[in-house]
C-alpha cells in the first residue's frame, strides 16, 4: 500500500511543484476562452432553455481543462520517464502492474480535478453558475479525469519521442474534447454532426457534467454515465493488460 | 543447489530480433559468494543482469534469486535484489535525499527506514549534497546515488552493473571499500567490470561471456591457471646485442641491458632458456618471472573481437 501511495504522493508533487504550468497556466487559458467567447457568442448561440450562453459555457470549458490536463499528467510523466530512462527505478521495484496503474491514474486525477476546480472558483467571479447536483458534477469530473489519464497512460507507454506524444494529443485528444460540444449544445448542429457526436466519448463526458449543473442535457445523464463508466472499465483493463505484458517498457 | 544459491540461472535464452543476445547461459551463485561478470562490450551481461531485475523479459530458461523464481515470484525477488544500473539515469526532479526516500518508499518503506537513508548518504560520502537536486551533481556523484537507491532497502544480494565505470581513481578505490564491506557483512555481491584488474583482486568466482555464451565459468584461481603464457625478464650485465637464433621469436623487446621474453608454460623451461642465453655469452645478473594475469587470460578466451 505504502509503495502505490509514494508514487501517488511524487506523481501529485511532480505537477504541483511546478503549479504554475500544470494548474494555473491551463485555468488562465481556459477564462481566456470563457471571456472571448462570451463576449461574441452571448445571445447569438441558442442553449438550453433558461440558460444563458456564458453559464452554458463554464461547465464545458472546465471539463475541457479536466480532459486536457489529466491526459498531460499521465502520458508526461511516462515519457519523461522513458526517455530520461528513469522509469528502471519503479521498474526495479516489487510494484505490481496494478500498483503502477493506481498511482499514476490517481495522481492525473488529482491534477484534472484541481484545473477544473480552478476554473470554476475564477470562473464564479465572472458569471452566474447554477450547481444542479454536487454529487453529479463531482463524479463526472472524477470519471472523466480517470478515462483521460488511462489515456495517458496507454500514450505515454505506446510513444517512444516527445512529437510521438504531441501527436497524439494534437490528433486524437484535442479535436474529440473541442468537438464534443464544449461551446455549443450538439442539438444546434446540422444531423450529420449531432450524429457523429454520438460516437464522440468526451461527448458524454461534457453533456453528464453539464447536467450536473443545469439539470438537462441533451442525452439523458444515465446513458452519459454509463458511456463514460463503460470506457473507463474497457480502458483500464486495454492499459492492466498493456502494463502486465510489459510492452515496451520491459524489453 | 538451487535451494542454497544465492542467483541460479537455468539455460536462459533472449533474442532481440535477429540477435542471439544470450545463448543458454548456465550457473549459479552461492550465497555469501563475490561474483565476476566479465566480457567484452556487447557480451550479453547488462542483458543477463537485466533479466534478472526483471527490466528484460527472457525468451527461454528460468532465473531465480534465493530460490524464487524472478518471473512468478516477483515482488520477493525484487526485495532481494539491488541493482545498480550500468546508465547514469537519475529523476532531474529529486535532490538527493528525495531520490533515496522515494525509492525506498517505493519498496513499502517510510520514516522507519530514515536512519539507515542517514547511513547510506554518509557511507557514500554524499551527506553535504542531500538537498543537492540530482541535476546539479557530477556523474561520479550521481553514480553514488544509484548505489544508494540500490541499497535502501537492504537486499541481500546486490548487482552492480559497471559501478566504475568513468569514476576516478580516488572514488573507485572508496568504491571498493564499500563494496567489499557489503561482502564482509554477508551480502552477495555480483559484479560486472572492465577494469579487469578489480575483477582479479576482489571476485572469488567469475563468468566469462562472449557472444551471449559462457567461455569460461570458474574460480580465479583456476582461471588464471589457465593462462598458458608467462613473461620472463632478463636483465644482463653488458647491453644485450646478439640474440641465439632459437629465442629470437620469443623475444617481446630488448630495452640496453634487458630483455623480456614470452614463454609457453606448457613448452619453454625456464631453466633450458636461461641456459640457451647464457650459452650465447650472455650474462645475466638478474631474473623476475611474472605469471599471467586475468587480463591476458581474458584477451586468450575471448580472443581479439571474438570468433
Ligand atoms: N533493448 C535492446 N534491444 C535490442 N538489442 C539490445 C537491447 N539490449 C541489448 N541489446 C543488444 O544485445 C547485446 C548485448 O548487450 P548488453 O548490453 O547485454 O552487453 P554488455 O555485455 O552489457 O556490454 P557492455 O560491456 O558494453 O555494457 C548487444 O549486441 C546489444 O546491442
Ligand atoms: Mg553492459
Redesign the interface.
Do not use: I, S
Given at each position: 500500500m505504502y509503495g502505490v501511495y509514494t508514487l501517488f504522493y511524487k506523481e501529485v508533487l511532480r505537477f504541483w511543484k511546478v503549479a504554475f504550468q500544470t494548474v494555473l497556466a491551463p485555468v488562465i487559458t481556459a477564462l481566456l476562452y470563457l471571456m472571448v467567447f462570451s463576449h461574441v457568442l452571448e445571445g447569438r448561440v441558442k442553449v438550453f432553455e433558461g440558460v444563458n450562453y456564458t453559464s452554458f459555457l463554464i461547465p464545458g470549458l472546465m471539463m475541457m481543462s479536466v480532459i486536457q490536463n489529466a491526459f498531460a499528467n499521465s502520458s508526461s510523466s511516462l515519457i519523461q520517464s522513458k526517455v530520461t530512462g528513469n522509469i528502471v527505478f519503479l521498474l526495479l521495484t516489487p510494484l505490481s502492474h496494478f500498483e503502477l496503474f493506481i498511482g499514476y491514474v490517481a495522481a492525473a486525477v488529482v491534477r484534472g480535478f484541481t484545473v477544473g476546480a480552478g476554473v470554476f472558483l475564477l470562473a464564479v467571479f465572472y458569471a452566474q453558475v447554477p450547481v444542479h447536483s454536487v454529487s453529479i458534477v463531482i463524479g463526472f469530473a472524477i470519471l472523466s479525469s480517470g478515462v483521460l489519464a488511462v489515456m495517458g497512460m496507454i500514450a505515454g507507454i505506446w510513444a517512444e519521442k516527445y512529437d510521438q506524444l504531441a501527436a497524439f494529443q494534437n490528433f486524437i485528444i484535442m479535436p474529440l474534447s473541442f468537438l464534443s460540444g464544449v461551446f455549443y449544445s450538439i442539438h444546434s448542429l446540422p444531423a450529420f454532426w449531432q450524429k457523429l457526436s454520438h460516437f464522440n466519448p468526451f461527448f458524454y463526458m461534457i453533456d453528464g457534467f453539464r447536467y450536473g449543473f443545469f439539470g438537462q442535457s441533451d442525452v439523458a445523464v444515465e446513458i452519459s454515465f454509463l458511456v463514460v463508466v463503460i470506457a473507463l472499465l474497457v480502458l483500464s483493463v486495454l492499459t492492466l493488460a498493456v502494463l502486465k505484458s510489459g510492452y515496451k517498457l520491459r524489453a | 543447489m538451487v535451494a542454497n544459491s544465492a542467483v541460479s540461472v537455468d539455460t536462459l535464452h533472449k533474442r532481440?530480433g535477429t540477435l542471439h543476445a544470450l545463448k543458454g547461459i548456465d550457473f549459479s551463485i552461492a550465497q555469501g559468494e563475490f561474483f565476476g561478470l566479465l566480457g567484452p562490450n556487447g557480451a550479453g551481461k547488462s542483458t543477463l543482469i537485466?533479466c534478472l531485475?526483471?527490466?528484460?523479459?527472457p525468451d527461454a530458461g528460468r532465473l531465480s534469486v534465493m530460490g524464487h523464481d524472478v518471473v512468478t515470484e516477483?515482488?520477493?525477488t525484487?526485495?532481494l535484489?539491488g541493482?545498480v544500473?550500468q546508465?547514469l539515469?537519475?529523476?532531474?526532479?529529486l535532490q538527493v535525499r528525495e531520490a533515496l526516500q522515494?525509492?525506498a518508499?517505493?519498496?513499502?518503506?517510510?520514516k522507519e527506514n530514515d536512519d539507515w537513508i542517514e547511513e547510506l548518504l554518509t557511507t557514500l560520502n554524499l551527506a553535504d549534497r542531500a538537498t543537492t537536486n540530482m541535476r546539479a551533481l557530477s556523474g561520479g556523484m550521481k553514480r553514488r546515488v544509484l548505489i544508494g537507491?540500490a541499497l535502501v532497502h537492504k537486499p541481500p544480494v546486490v548487482v552492480l552493473d559497471e559501478p566504475t565505470a568513468g569514476v576516478d581513481v580516488e572514488l573507485r578505490q572508496a568504491l571498493w571499500r564499500f563494496i567489499k564491506r557489503l561482502h564482509t557483512e554477508g551480502h552477495t555481491i555480483v559484479l560486472t567490470t572492465h577494469y579487469l584488474e578489480e575483477a582479479e583482486n576482489l571476485c572469488e568466482r567469475i563468468a566469462i561471456l562472449d557472444h551471449g555464451a559462457a567461455v569460461a565459468l570458474e574460480t580465479k584461481s583456476e582461471l588464471l591457471a589457465r593462462g598458458i603464457c608467462r613473461s620472463l625478464h632478463i636483465f644482463a650485465s653488458h647491453k644485450i646485442e646478439t640474440l641465439p637464433d632459437q629465442l629470437r621469436e620469443k623475444v617481446q623487446h630488448i630495452n640496453g641491458h634487458s630483455m623480456e621474453l614470452r614463454l609457453r608454460k606448457d613448452k619453454d623451461s625456464i631453466v633450458s632458456v636461461l641456459d640457451t642465453i647464457r650459452d650465447a655469452g650472455i650474462d645475466i645478473i638478474d631474473i623476475q618471472v611474472e605469471e599471467d594475469r586475468l587480463e591476458d587470460v581474458f584477451v586468450q578466451l575471448v580472443g581479439e573481437g571474438g570468433k
Open positions: - | 532481440f537485466n531485475a526483471g527490466l528484460v523479459r516477483y515482488r520477493r525484487r526485495r535484489l541493482v544500473p546508465e539515469v537519475y529523476d532531474p526532479f522515494f525509492q518508499g517505493y519498496f513499502g518503506l517510510g537507491q
